[in-house]
């Protein structure tokens, strides 16, 4: 008998050709690139995949509808596990979209933290303005999209209690990261307001070191490594729709925890 | 009838995220004509204590990250260079070497480290290490060591 799942049709072969480039990339799992076939793409929810830009747009659709299931599970009042301050790798691992010897360090005597969209103080922060507000410390696992993790030690200002002192919109639905190394990055309100999100300071007790952030990265419990951009230079609280490095090339936006 | 190819799918674009975050390899090894000590000055070198070296996997700075060794101990050599003395080679264990790799041409990767200086093939010409003539470098002692993104 056949299968109510075979097309009518067989699909044109050409199809994985057009998409060579981003199932090659995929090597590392030999076993989902397997899963990239004809089949699969053919189920494709009845969508023309004889056209490559229909594929990839039924993908990406696919992807912000995982978002959104995403976020609906996202419980605010949810902890991350924490750990042991024993237990906290010393360095932390450093990871970027270029190698180490690329990164440029800033100098936090003339750093500056602009704030803009919807918040009612834009004045821009200075190091020791953030100093100078309660600081939280947490031992939480840092956990890559590539599938490593380690754990480590935070300390530093809220984002709720930034948001809260600058007077943002609480009910937007964005916090949007722009940063000395051109990683722009966003993530959702709920996730930002979470008790596990800082914008961290030190790392074990320390200052911040150069390759890790300093003066000022976003260190967040309930997100996927990438989600943590560094050496942050601006925040915006905008109901529009900020996207980030990553995302712009494919990557799941919510990239929950 | 689409309900439930979509939920495959599902699966599949999470995943497709693992095409993971290197657009420039890490661990590359020195530019020719720098000094070790020179490379490791650019690859922001952290403290590190020497007791969290010891007992670490030493990897290759390959897609692969092929383990070459283990951490056995950290040595001043007689010129008063710091060496990390590694188990080298072998298999599960059985056959292995001590040999000495200068700190400098090696990095931390969180909670491992990649000799990113010498090849594999280099290393096995390294001599086999013997402690006459160095002092062992006690496990309280911070030292600075550069760092790598991951090569994978």
Known sequence: MKSPFRPDFPPDAAVLDDHKPLIRSLDRRVLIRGGVSLGALAMLTGCDIKRPEAVEAALLAISRFNDGVQALLFDPNKLAPTYPASMILRPPKFNAYYDVMDVKPVDGATWRLDVSGLVADKRAWTLSDLQALPQTSIVIKHICVEGWSYIGGWTGVPLRLFLERVGADLRAKYVAFKTADDYPSSIDMASALHPQTLLALKYGGDTLADPFGYPMRLRTAVKLGYKNPKWVTAIEVTNKYPGGYWESLGFPWFAGI | ?152
């Open chain 2, 1 to 152: 009838m689409r309900a439930l190819p979509l939920l495959f799918v599902c699966g599949m674009v999470t995943v497709a995220a693992a095409h993971a975050q290197s657009a420039t390899p890490g661990g590359m090894p020195p530019p020719p004509g720098m000094s070790l000590a020179e490379s490791a000055a650019m690859r922001f070198p952290q403290p590190v204590r020497v007791g969290d070296l010891i007992g670490r996997e030493v990897l290759r700075p390959v897609e692969s990250q092929d383990v070459l060794g283990r951490v056995r101990r950290v040595v001043h050599d007689r010129n008063g260079q710091i060496m990390v003395v590694i188990d080298f080679g072998g298999f599960l264990g059985f056959g292995s070497r001590p040999i000495a790799v200068p700190v400098d041409a090696m990095v931390l990767l969180g909670q491992d480290m990649e000799i990113v200086a010498f090849t594999p093939k280099q290393l096995q010409q390294f001599p086999t290490f013997s402690p006459s003539g160095t002092t062992h470098v006690p496990d309280n002692k911070i030292i600075k060591v550069g760092l790598a993104k991951p090569s994978h």
